[in-house]
């Protein structure tokens, strides 16, 4: 089955930008796959930021966003603020309705 | 607004059983996906499955390929949960196990099952 990748960890500084990719080893990333992510802080269950590449939910911070980046999927965090600093996981949906869920971002703001 | 709660034995013996119950207020378990996702210690998440109950069917299913031969997920809509069964457990398997909707929109706070005798 596909496995989908990301960066282990990233680092950004307070107020920068950082993007986050994912992919996938049964080709490109695309719409199709209906990206999501998802953040998850020490001692909590994964909240949903992302869905369908680039929908935000209502609680989702203006300064994420998501979209698909030289065939992958990507969140970008612009003005990164210290509580952003957590896991990412994205999300990808494939054929036969099974999920697969990235090998997750570690975020350091500092 | 949805709620889901997991709850079961929080040890189990290797090679026994694992059993876990997500019960769900707020929404009908009817008409709907319902996830199973479970994640190891410092790993990442990891799909198990879901199911799909409603009037016409018995309750669809669908698993991940790396557990299928052990999993299965099935619906009560008189109690309004889903439920989780895993076999042949071993040290492998000790994890937080989440249930969540079908877009992965809501989840539960988890349940950490250990796996040790």
């Known amino acids: 089955q596909a496995v989908v990748t990301q960066e282990p960890s990233l680092t950004v500084s307070p107020g920068g930008t950082v993007t986050l990719t994912c992919d996938s080893t049964?080709?490109?990333?695309?719409?199709?796959?209906?990206p999501s992510w998802f953040q998850q802080k020490p001692g909590q269950a994964p909240k949903r930021l992302i869905y369908?590449?680039?929908n935000k939910e209502s609680w989702t911070p203006a300064r994420f966003s998501g979209s698909l980046l030289g065939g992958k999927a990507a969140l970008t965090l612009s003005g990164a603020q210290p509580e952003d600093e957590a896991d990412y996981s994205c999300?990808?949906?494939?054929?036969?309705?099974?999920?697969?869920f990235g090998t997750g971002t570690k975020i350091t703001v500092l | 607004q949805v709620q889901l709660q997991e709850s079961g034995p929080r040890l189990v013996e290797p090679s026994e059983t694992l059993s876990l119950t997500c019960t769900l207020s707020?929404?009908?378990?009817?008409?709907?996906?319902w996830n199973w996702i479970r994640q190891s210690p410092g790993k990442g998440l990891e799909w198990i499955g879901y199911?799909?109950?409603?009037?016409?069917?018995?309750?669809?299913?669908n698993y991940n390929p790396s557990l299928k031969s052990r999993v299965t997920i099935s619906a009560d809509t008189s109690k309004n949960l889903f439920s989780l069964t895993l076999t042949s457990v071993t040290a492998a398997d000790s994890a937080v196990y989440y249930c969540?909707?079908?877009?992965?929109?809501?989840w539960g706070q988890g349940i950490l099952v250990t796996v040790s005798s």
């Open positions: 199911v799909y109950y409603s009037g016409f069917t018995n309750g669809i299913t």
């Open positions: 969540a909707t079908r877009d992965f929109d809501y």
């Open positions: 999300l990808l949906s494939y054929s036969g309705g099974r999920y697969v």
């Open positions: 707020g929404r009908s378990i009817s008409n709907s996906y």
């Open positions: 049964t080709g490109a990333v695309s719409s199709g796959h209906y």
């Open positions: 369908d590449t680039s």
